[in-house]
């Protein structure tokens, strides 16, 4: 069984809004820190946010930040990503990532090879 799932990916138009969810289950990944990247055909992984073990320290990519919230339900052993004002260039799929470490600086969280595990990643598609 996969450790991490995303789900709420889907089709919308600019503007809107859509929050995916990462649910881990089967390892106890609470206090590390969690990710979100992005990928197109052709292209490498994109970091979009991260947020800390304790939930105390998020980051964002710029072509993100202000649109974007990462979040983190404990109780649900889950990590969310409230997107709003979605862009066409926004479109990718999406991927959440758990890191083995606690805490990280935010060159270190934006950095995938860092992140020892992996959803099977959901789609967003934002038509014009």
């Known amino acids: 069984q996969e450790p991490l799932m995303e789900t709420g990916g889907g089709l919308v138009q600019a503007g809107d809004s859509l929050r995916l969810s990462c649910l881990a289950s089967g390892y106890d990944l609470s206090g590390r820190v969690w990710g979100w990247f992005r990928q197109t055909p052709g292209n490498e992984h994109e970091f979009v946010a991260a947020i800390s073990g304790s939930a105390s320290t998020t980051y964002y990519a710029d072509s993100v930040n202000g649109r974007f919230t990462v979040s983190r339900n404990y109780n649900k052993n889950m990590m969310d990503l409230q997107m709003t004002a979605l862009k066409p260039g926004d479109t990718a799929s999406y991927f959440c990532?758990?890191?083995?470490?606690?805490?990280?600086?935010?060159?270190?969280?934006?950095?995938?090879?860092?992140?020892?595990?992996w959803g099977q990643g959901t789609q967003v598609t934002v038509s014009s």
């Open positions: 990532a758990v890191h083995y470490l606690p805490s990280l600086s935010r060159t270190e969280a934006m950095n995938w090879h860092g992140y020892e595990y």
